[in-house]
Structures are given as structure tokens and as C-alpha cells.
């Protein structure tokens, strides 16, 4: 559907042939048997093959000509660098953040344990900010977030669905205060709408310590590059789909290749520990999945 709805010179022959590899790449149906983990080849035409600096590159075929416009909001809107891992994004976005000019500002998380949770325990009093700080995990947010203005961001949590202020919406920001942020929603009905973002105390659903962590931070993150799960429900103008590590749970890949509007819109850098240009990467396809739909 999104192919069909996008705007391309692809001739119909082959969009048609585009739109089946990306079917049977999420019904496993490339290098078949495939139940469960397999090397599949990327179409030469797709792939990134030319690069010195791979960051560089998939940064430089996402988003050209970026230091001319990189506050622009129709440039912006439909591109993002999908990644499989956290890390990798995390790197992406400094990459970035680092090129564009302004000034940069940093905020840091109010992290503390949850005392009224009964598995509370006295030894907890002995772990410092500086321990809770680099905890990581999903479902909270990073202790430390560098922006500047323009920075594209997407927000993590609800704040106000009615003027879609919703979980995945992407804006960019406009301004930066020490409590608040101002940020312009980039997409959808409410584009344009200038709204401020508070900072909020968040907390991990199924918390893998023996502890209940407690962050308080700014709803967001840095949005240049986005995971691949996170991108679910976008639709986007342009993907570079960058995987120096490769997809690891069922149907990553497929999501990650089907968020394009256009054959022309998607690129993939592929890379090993060296560096060194790879064709082929991992697909995770479990047939059983399929199996319980039916």
C-alpha cells in the first residue's frame, strides 16, 4: 500500500518485482528453507556499496546536502536511518548532532528507586546516581540527551493524543529551555502545532533488577536515526537501513524494508567488523508465526 501511494519514476514491471521480494522477505519464502535464522543476498541495486566511513555514508545518502537543511521540516519529515540495536542509533545521532551548527545542550535524568514497591530493601540505599545513571533498558529513557535546535525528535509516551502528542510522533525542536522543550510536530493532521514538552518520571514495565528504577527525563529521543522496531506505523519518503549487526527477532527486516514509498527510497549499508562491504545479512522468519494466524 505504501508503494502504491508513493511517488516514483519506477515503472510499473518493477515496482511490481520490488513489492514481491519485500512480501517474501516477511513470509521467509528467500533462501528457502527458511524457519528461523538465514543468510539472504540484497539486490545489488539496493545496496551502499562505495564508502570509506559506512556512518558517513548512510548518513550522506539519507540526508544530503543536510547542513543546508537541516532545520527544514519537509526535508526532515520523511527520512530516518534504521538500525537494529540501540547502540548503533545512539551512534548515528551523536554522528549527526556533531555535524549540524548550534549550540548543543545536554540534559541529565533524576534517577532514584521506588521505595513504596514491597520488594523494597534497605541495601538499595547504597546504590549511588552514578550507578543508576547507566542503567539501560527498554521501556526507559536515556540518562543523558544532547539537542540542539532543529533536532528532529520523536516522543516515547502520551502526553496528549487529542492534539497527537502520541507515542512515535516525530517533531523537531524549536527551542530549548532548562525545564521545558519546544518542539513542532513534523507530521500528520496537526503539522505545524508548536507544543512544550515536560519532563517526566518513567519507569521500566518488567524491570530486570531486583529494583524498581525510577528516571526522570524528557519524553524523547534523537530521531536522525530510530531502531527498527520503533519504526513500525512510519511512513517514509527515504530509509537508509544501516546493519553493521543484524536484525534478531522475527520479521525485523521486512519492517525495516517495507517503510519506503519507493524502490528509489531505500538503501542498505552492510558491513562486517572490518568494514569491509557485505551482500548478504540475516532474516528472521518463524513459519509457526503464520502457522498460529491461520
Same mark, same amino acid.
Given at each position: 500500500m505504501r508503494l502504491r501511494h508513493g511517488r516514483d519514476n519506477t515503472s510499473s514491471d518493477e515496482l511490481a518485482k520490488f513489492? !514481491?521480494?519485500?512480501?517474501?522477505?516477511? $513470509?521467509? !519464502?528467500?533462501?528457502? =528453507? #527458511?524457519?528461523?535464522?538465514?543468510?539472504?543476498?540484497?539486490? !545489488?541495486?539496493?545496496?551502499?556499496?562505495? /564508502?570509506? $566511513? =559506512? @556512518?558517513?555514508?548512510?548518513?550522506?545518502?539519507?540526508y544530503p546536502n543536510l547542513l543546508e537543511k537541516f532545520q527544514d521540516v519537509t526535508f526532515l519529515q520523511g527520512k530516518a536511518i534504521l538500525a537494529s540495536i540501540i547502540e548503533v542509533v545512539d551512534k548515528i545521532n551523536h554522528y549527526i548532532l556533531d555535524l549540524i551548527p548550534g549550540e548543543e545542550k545536554e540534559y541529565l535524568s533524576f534517577d532514584s528507586i521506588d521505595k513504596t514497591n514491597t520488594t523494597y530493601n534497605e541495601s538499595y540505599e547504597v546504590l549511588t546516581p552514578e550507578f543508576l545513571s547507566k542503567l539501560r533498558?527498554?521501556? @526507559?529513557?536515556?540518562?543523558?540527551i544532547k539537542l540542539k535546535v532543529g533536532t528532529p525528535i520523536m516522543l516515547m509516551r502520551n502526553l496528549d493524543q487529542v492534539d497527537g502528542l502520541c507515542n512515535g510522533t516525530r517533531l523537531i525542536v524549536t527551542r530549548l529551555a532548562n525545564h521545558v522543550i519546544e518542539a513542532k510536530i513534523m507530521s500528520g493532521k496537526n503539522i505545524g502545532n508548536i507544543f512544550y514538552i515536560p519532563r517526566m518520571s518513567m519507569s521500566p514495565s518488567d524491570s530486570p533488577w531486583p529494583f524498581k528504577l525510577i528516571r526522570r527525563q524528557f519524553p524523547i529521543i534523537v530521531s536522525y536515526a530510530m531502531t527498527i522496531n520503533k519504526s513500525q506505523g512510519q511512513s517514509l519518503d527515504s530509509v537508509?537501513?544501516?546493519? =553493521?549487526?543484524?536484525? /534478531?527477532? +522475527?520479521?525485523?527486516?521486512?519492517?525495516?524494508?517495507?517503510?519506503?514509498?519507493?524502490?528509489?527510497?531505500?538503501?542498505?549499508? @552492510? +558491513?562486517?567488523?572490518? #568494514?569491509?562491504l557485505c551482500s548478504t545479512t540475516t532474516n528472521v522468519v518463524y513459519k509457526e508465526v503464520f502457522e498460529a494466524l491461520g
Open positions: 513489492s !514481491k521480494w519485500i512480501l517474501q522477505v516477511g $513470509d521467509g !519464502k528467500i533462501s528457502e =528453507p #527458511n524457519d528461523g535464522l538465514v543468510e539472504i543476498e540484497i539486490p !545489488k541495486e539496493l545496496l551502499i556499496s562505495n /564508502f570509506e $566511513d =559506512p @556512518i558517513r555514508a548512510i548518513v550522506d545518502y539519507t533498558t527498554s521501556g @526507559i529513557l536515556n540518562h543523558k537508509g537501513l544501516y546493519l =553493521p549487526t543484524p536484525v /534478531f527477532s +522475527h520479521g525485523q527486516l521486512y519492517v525495516a524494508i517495507s517503510r519506503v514509498k519507493s524502490k528509489s527510497g531505500l538503501k542498505i549499508l @552492510i +558491513h562486517d567488523k572490518d #568494514n569491509s
